[in-house]
């Protein structure tokens, strides 16, 4: 049995994981899945690491298009950034981008992703709403999804892509960040250049591209491209 190896982004592993099963019996492959942050892969690829396939934020495939170790960009999804607190916590204002930033300022302890592309946009945010010494000096600054540390009451409120955070069953999704505040990111995919299986992973990029995938993408808290 064929196994191609695919490098994907965290914001789009339930996505993944729902497709996957069914690719693998219709092609007789076995789809073997490595997630981290687009940034964290682009650096281990830069190390030597390489798969078949990968499926990263835009401008992660774009850069690697540039390195010729990408063949093409095909877009999935579009996600945003939002909040989510501990299973029947209190929900905070988050309506506006004032009730949004007060809402920063009076959280004890918020949580948020160190090196994944709403981390990085959060970074930017708290210095544009110049509280950025206020929310540091209380900030839980780590890869992987964070919502499991408001989960475990760690952290009052955790700040990530939706479709991220929706993968804690311990937390309560509050909504997206406000419009004037939000940043969009999009997932693509593209199939690597120097990959064994060529045709397979062009095959497994397909199939995440598929318009039969919007209500998977939409119930996963995104769009599709």
Do not use: C, W
């Amino acid at each position: 049995m064929t196994d191609i190896r695919v490098l994907s982004t965290i914001g789009m592993r339930t996505v993944l994981d729902e497709v996957v099963p069914a690719f693998e019996r219709a092609n007789g492959v076995t789809v073997k899945r490595v997630y981290d942050s687009s940034v964290a892969l682009l650096k281990r690829i830069d190390a030597g690491e390489t798969g078949d396939a990968a499926v990263f934020t835009a401008a992660a495939i774009d850069d690697l298009i540039r390195q010729r170790k990408i063949v093409e960009r095909t877009d999935l999804a579009r996600s945003g950034v939002g909040v989510a607190v501990a299973k029947g916590a209190p929900r905070p204002d988050i309506g506006s981008a004032d009730a949004f930033r007060q809402t920063l300022l009076n959280a004890k302890s918020i949580a948020h992703s160190k090196t994944g592309a709403s981390g990085l946009y959060f970074v930017t945010l708290i210095e544009r709403l110049g509280i950025a010494d206020a929310v540091n000096a209380k900030a839980i600054v780590r890869d992987g999804v964070v919502a499991e540390i408001a989960a475990r009451g760690e952290a009052e409120i955790a700040i990530q892509q939706i479709s991220e955070l929706m993968q804690s069953a311990g937390v309560d999704i509050v909504g997206p960040l406000p419009d004037d505040l939000q940043s969009i990111t999009i997932f693509s995919a593209g199939v690597f250049k120097n990959s064994a299986h060529v045709d397979t992973a062009k095959a497994f990029v397909a199939a995440l591209a598929a318009p039969a995938n919007g209500a998977l993408i939409r119930l996963k808290g995104m769009e599709p491209a």
